[in-house]
């Protein structure tokens, strides 16, 4: 079971869709945190009033963000389905899809569900 929230349908409408290559590039690189540039350009889109408060209101939004450790990657249900479908492809993992609920018809995320094939010849326990 894998469920993302569709950016049309919540604070990250304005934002666009992580491209697969940059997620790919920093799976490569072993990047494991959250770049200031990711958030500042979260903040620029989802509270855009911060930037205009001076450097003192953005570093306040940047530890808050921190704490709360916000995700930075965003999608919609169907550039959510293709990040899936290639990361899966990249790292080896033979599913299928079994069941999906778009945000166009549930008004809130991509949520699907997947049964992974066998690995090495051994079946998978239910």
Known sequence: VIAAPDRHYTFD??????????LLDQHRRGVTTVSDEQYIDLIAAVHPQVMREGSAALDRAL???????EHAHV???DAFEDFL????????????LLHRSVGR???LEHFSVWRKHAVNGRELAA
């Open 105 to 107: 018809e549930n008004a």
């Open 85 to 96: 479908q290639r990361a899966m492809a990249h790292l080896g993992v033979n599913a299928d």
């Open 13 to 22: 409408r304005r934002r666009g869709n992580t491209p697969f290559g940059q």
């Open 63 to 69: 530890t808050d963000m921190r704490r709360r450790r």
């Open 75 to 77: 999608w919609d249900s």
